[in-house]
T-cell receptor, first 114, second 108 residues
């Protein structure tokens, strides 16, 4: 039973390019959460999705960031026109129903903007 | 005021001793509390969650919740060098609010 799969593990983008981060939840999990972790800082909630629905995107920056969790395929976090400040580790987590029993995290995607 | 506060450490504990990690929070309405462990460069992994006042034990780990005083703690008995990591406290429902973590070092 594979865990939460994120890819790529490492992503390097030049300023102004687009970054696409993918997350496949654990089998049987229909709830997906994205978090960002800056160096030496804690995790910051970005967005909570269920299949085809954004439940809460209150942690997403208003511009350049978007997320989706289509009926088929992985959840995608998309960052347009990346800037140096977007460099961080982006973690995806999933849970079977709500998060009341805790999440399972993926290994993360480390985005570096040069 | 940060919603979830942890001492950043590092907290140094000799091998075999009890490590005590503490977390305070400001939202009296919080119901669910989680402890995660994060090794350097790795993703967080769930250790325990607790909802009710009192203690909850799982192996060498005991979580303690005191809602009146708004703190939650994690005790690690018989500490091992492999327990050296950053321990993250979180509260909430789907939007977990996280502390910045306490770095724990277990010295052989």
């Amino acid at each position: 039973n594979a865990g939460v799969m994120q890819n790529p593990r490492h992503l390097v983008r030049r300023r102004g390019q687009e970054a696409r981060l993918r997350c496949s939840p654990m089998k049987g999990h229909s709830h997906v959460y994205w978090y960002r972790q800056l160096p030496e800082e804690g995790l910051k909630f970005m967005v909570y999705l269920q299949k085809e629905n954004i439940i809460d995107e209150s942690g997403m920056p208003k511009e350049r960031f978007s997320a989706e969790f289509p009926k088929e395929g992985p959840s995608i976090l998309r960052i347009q026109q990346v800037v140096r400040g977007d460099s961080a580790a982006y973690f995806c987590a999933s849970s079977p129903m709500g998060p009341q029993d805790g999440y399972t995290f993926g290994s993360g995607t480390r985005l570096t903007v040069v | 005021q940060k919603e979830v506060e942890q001492n950043s450490g590092p907290l140094s504990v000799p091998e075999g001793a009890i490590a005590s990690l503490n977390c305070t929070y400001s939202d009296r309405g919080s119901q669910s509390f989680f402890w995660y462990r994060q090794y350097s460069g790795k993703s967080p992994e769930l250790i325990m969650f607790i909802y009710s006042n009192g203690d909850k034990e799982d192996g060498r780990f005991t979580a303690q919740l005191n809602k009146a005083s708004q703190y939650v703690s994690l005790l690690i008995r018989d500490s091992q060098p492999s327990d050296s990591a950053t321990y993250l406290c979180a509260r909430g429902n789907y939007q977990l609010i996280w502390g910045a973590g306490t770095k724990l070092i277990i010295k052989p």
